[in-house]
C-alpha cells in the first residue's frame, strides 16, 4: 500500500510540474507519466479524468503552500514569517522570470477555460492574503489595515511575478521583495505602518 501511496505523490508532483511548465494544453496523460518516469498505463489507476489530473496539480500547490505557512509559523516571530515569504518568491525569481507563479498560472489558465480547480486555487491567495494579514496584525496594525497589507503583500508579490514572466526581467521580483523587506522590518522595528 505504501508503494501505491508513493505512486500516487510523484504522480501528483508530475502533474503539478507539467501543468506550470506546459500549461493546462499540455497536461496530458503522456506528459505526466513521462515527467513521472512510469509508464503511461499506471496512470489510469489514478487519474481517471483530465479534470483528476487537474485537481492533482491544484492539491499538490494548495498543500505546498501551507507546509510553507506552517514552516513559517514554526520561526515564532512574525516579522521573520513574512521575510520568509517575501524570501521565498526572492529565492524562486530566476523560475519565475522564466514560467510565472505556478498558483496565478493555474488561476489564469483555470479561469479561461472555467475549468473545475480554477476556484480552489483562486482560494491560495485568498489564504495567503489572510495568513499575512494575521502576522500583520502582530506587528501592530489593526484590523482592516493588516487586511489591506496582507493582500497587498500578495498583490505585490504576484504582480512582480508576473511582470517578471512577461518582460523576462528578474529586477522586477527582486526590487518589490527589497520593499517589502524595508517595510517589514520598519513596521517591526516601530510597531507600526512605514
Not at 515527467?35 to 489530473?53: C, I, V
Request: aromatic share 6%.
Amino acid at each position: 500500500m505504501a508503494a501505491r501511496a508513493n505512486k500516487g505523490d510523484v504522480l501528483k508532483i508530475a502533474a503539478s510540474q507539467v501543468a506550470y511548465e506546459r500549461g493546462l494544453a499540455g497536461l496530458t496523460l503522456a506528459n505526466v507519466a513521462e515527467a513521472a518516469g512510469m509508464p503511461l498505463g499506471s496512470l489510469y489507476y489514478y487519474f481517471k479524468s483530465r479534470d483528476d489530473m487537474v485537481g492533482a496539480a491544484v492539491s499538490r500547490v494548495a498543500g505546498q503552500l501551507q507546509a510553507r505557512r506552517d514552516e513559517w509559523d514554526g520561526l515564532g516571530d512574525s516579522r521573520l514569517a513574512l521575510r520568509a515569504f517575501a524570501g521565498m518568491t526572492l529565492g524562486q525569481a530566476d523560475m519565475l522570470t522564466r514560467h510565472g507563479c505556478p498558483v496565478g498560472t493555474l488561476v489564469a489558465q483555470l479561469g479561461k477555460q472555467d475549468q473545475a480547480g480554477a476556484a480552489d486555487i483562486g482560494h491560495v491567495f485568498t489564504a495567503l492574503s489572510d495568513w499575512a494579514s494575521g502576522h500583520f496584525r502582530q506587528l501592530g496594525l489593526d484590523g482592516e489595515a493588516a487586511r489591506r497589507a496582507g493582500r497587498k503583500m500578495v498583490r505585490d508579490l504576484e504582480g512582480a511575478a508576473m511582470l517578471a514572466h512577461a518582460t523576462g526581467d528578474r529586477t522586477h521580483v527582486t526590487d518589490v521583495v527589497e520593499d517589502i523587506l524595508a517595510d517589514i522590518d520598519a513596521m517591526a522595528a516601530h510597531g507600526q505602518p512605514a
